[in-house]
């Protein structure tokens, strides 16, 4: 506890850990970002055949390649920082993403029958996506702070019940029910890692599972549709149930090794709905069969296991929970996203990290992966400061 | 122990982290497990969605076979029908194109909005029928115009084509959509709905053979039905054309001479028994069946008490009357019951138990022979020889000239007659007793006794030819030899006594069949009137056109040298020699005649 209070003390002259440049730049991740490699190469090849090949999408082929190279840079940029700085500006962060959310409340595009993006001119950010991110680091730093160590009361989740609400309410009202469900879920692993006591644990699950029927009535109609025609497709085939249908059919029949390179008949027919963006994986599915999507899926296993072996070997509080926050945030995508494409989620629009086509999609991720690097940059197992 | 507060929080970081490690590897592995039952366990199943997504299969039309008589004059064929289509996405403002093409071809503002309303249905990439049966004029007109008209397209398709419209309309048969009924008769055949199949006469009797096998064409179509590729075509295999034993020029005599009647006329060859012409009338022209009827055109056609849609030469069943004396006379012979000199006494009437069988002729004919008889048709006679013979043994003659049972012509809906017998009448009568007096009006063809015209042509040809019962034919494809259903069996001298009687029907004294002499050739006969309403016999002016008898005759000729048979029923016609007698001899007359003038112009046929 006593330690916990001279932290601030510690703020003011962050150099005492300052570990030169050079140095951070040795310890920096390399195989996470052979990890990250392979699973955007595999994107691409998914995505050269949903486009058309060259022929035909060329501009998103060079569109997509551009988002990565910058995406890498930045990952780079970011997990090269200096130690403390992201603890130290993470509250300044969250709150203006809260303002930008409810800027987007008052005044966001609207696109899709959602109003989700704010509109700045050049760019088109969309804050719900910031604030998956700024949640983590919020959360990662109060529990840092707290530092309670361990066994989490009630009581003591109700600032971090506060710093979730707000954000979860206004992206609901959007309403983007998929995103809402990421940063509720990460925000639960995050307050879970901290230490919440297995009978908070179970108290809290009970109540969210006694709210749920509150929450249907709360759903909008559209959202409720696409729920039930998660269990009944063929009720709807032309229409909500397409999705799932075509989706499924294209997955199926791919068969173990699947149809081959740009031969996916799901896929080049037309059949697939959003074959590059939110189903890019049907795509995969069908060309390369379960051994192609068995291999992607071996490779997120090992992002995903990298980066909770990062958490554990972190610096501080801040990093092992900021990479656990991070880790399940990209676990929470490929599997809602993957549950989706094969019809075991509802249709909610995740896109799959690195391999959906999108900047924006693209550059959350890669934000996220430079935070991870980060954390690992300045982990226990390069030592050679003894901190306490 | 652990006593640094944030190593103590690593260890119980570590173990969380191990929980949540070991949950989303579980997650990891339940979506590949997934995957496996998508793609390896149900792969087959979604292999066939995703093909029943791309492939589309487009049926080929197969030709049918056209329909020859024996001379190869095409009595049945196919025609192009041109058809206006519009593509709507190649055509811009698809109401201002239909109202432009009106000038070209009729099409009345309702049809255009009907056309109009379908485009809004169906993907402006598919041809949209705008109208079809287009006539030269209209095909022309719209082809000179194409250039400006984007989008139009005509297309063609196959329509069969009665090109003598009425002429052997029963024979020939006519299509019409499939039906549960088609497809329980025709099993091998793999109907589409909407296919075409025939529905009468020899359309239906051959329809295996006529319509050979569509060829089909897989093409690969994307999402939205507009074709990509074509992956596999298979060409049809056209149905296999027929050669009729049908004589046109003796089938179009026939059906002129019998205008205005209500009957039958079937002509056989004596010696090969191929059907040389069959005539029902009234008849109905097979081209409207494809062209499709009004309701009330129909209703017309089903309520024409003349019963157009029947084919009375193998549908109608009359009841043959004196023409089945010849039956009776032969059995008699054949079975020594009388000779040919014994001698009836025929007062114009025969009392037996207390009830009078009249003679047609009821001042009656005196003391006759059998010669006698058969010229004159007396019936006490025949009563006698009924006596004499018993239903029994005139059942069996009777069967072995092929009564009451089908002929084996091989053409749909025939019927078989009524040949009674003791065991039939217990069969099926309330009276369960067979009388005495049935055995003579069964001798003189009336009772129960019925036979439709072609049994009868069939009956006239055995005793032509010297008594052989041959299976009647249709088809000449491939020349095969007639089938014999019933070999000779009656002596060749009975069988020339019946035929010199006949002989002196149409060319004796007080021969009944008089009226039938033709110029030509000389033709033997006999007359036969079947009774429509029994016991008391209606007067022959009775106002009344239904009551009055049928009028029957069978002939053949020439008469020493037989050649052709042939039976004529005329419904309604009163007595046989007045009514039917004239009109068998003048196609006799124009058959020889044509025959007569093609060989002294040395040619094997004229038409």
Redesign the interface.
Known sequence: MFFNRNEPLLLISPRLELVRLTERFSRFPWGLLVLITTVFTIGMVALYSAVGGMVNGANFIIQQSIHFTVAVILMVVIALGESKFYRRHVYFVYAITLILLLLVMLSGTVGMGARRWLDLGIVRIQPSEMMKLALIMALSRYFHDQAVTPGLRLVDLSVPILLILPALLMIIRQPDLGTAVVVAATGCVVIFVAGITWKVLLISVTAVLASMPLVWNWLHGYQRQRILTLFFPEQDPLGTGYHIIQSKIAVGSGGLTGKGFMAGSQNHLHFLPERHTDFIFSVLAEEWGFVGVLALITVYGLIIFYGLLIATMARDRFGMLLASGITSLFAFHVMINIGMVVGLLPVVGIPLPLVSYGGSSMLTVMVSMGLLAHVSVHSKQHGSYNYN | MIE???E???V???R??LL??GA??L??VG??V???Y???L??????D???D??ISLHPIPAPRGRIFDRFGVPLVENNPDYVLAVIPELAGDLAQLLSRLQTYTSLSDKTIEVVLRQSRRQRAFLPLKVKSHLTWEELSGIEVHLPSFPGVIIQTRSQRVYPYGVLGAHLLGYLGEVTDIDREQFTQIRFRYGDLVGKNGVERSYEELLRGVEGVREL?????GRQ?RELHQSAAQPGQDLYLTIDLALQRSCEELFQGQTGAVVVLDVNSFEVLAMVSYPAYDPNEFIRGFTAKQWYVLLNNPGRPLSNKAIQGQYPPGSTFKMVVALAALQEGRITPQDRFFCPGYLMRESQRFNCWRRVGHGSVNLEEAIEQSCDVYFYRLGEKLGIDIIEKYARLFGFGESSGVGLHGERHGLVPSRTWKRKTRKEAIWYPGENLITAIGQGYLTATPLQLACMTAAIANGGTLYRPSMIRNNAVTPVIRQPVFVRREHINIIKQCMELVVNGEHGTGRAAKPAEVRVAGKTGTSQVVRQQRHDDRSDERRFRDHALFVAYAPADRPEIALAIVVEHGGHGGQTAAPIAGKIIDRYFERQRLQQGRGVDHVL
């Open positions: 640094n507060p944030q103590q929080f690593r119980d970081v570590r969380r982290l949540l490690g989303s590897g997650l990891l979506l590949g997934r995957l496996f998508l793609q390896v149900k792969g087959g199943h979604y292999r969605m995703a093909n997504n791309r690969e179509i994307n999402a939205f990509v």
